[in-house]
């Protein structure tokens, strides 16, 4: 019967804990930062035409299950607002 104890309590602390926190260094930090300011950097940039033009292209996904369709549609008015109005 302990064995069994030890399998359900071990499962239920990992069942309440579904993040886990780690530390990191400043020094680990810092050297995130700079690799990802490198990246953006080598990414370089887009005017909204070419935005605009590759979300055209690209092939629409569908809208996420937990979404109610009013939401979609609501997003949808808003997105369609702010491209009008630039």
Known sequence: MRLEQYVLNSLAQLASFPYRVEYFSPEVVQQQRESFDKLLASLGTASEEEMDQILAEREPGGPGSELPPE???????LLE???ASS
């Open 71 to 77: 939401v979609i549609a609501r997003f949808q008015q």
């Open 81 to 83: 607002s702010k491209r």
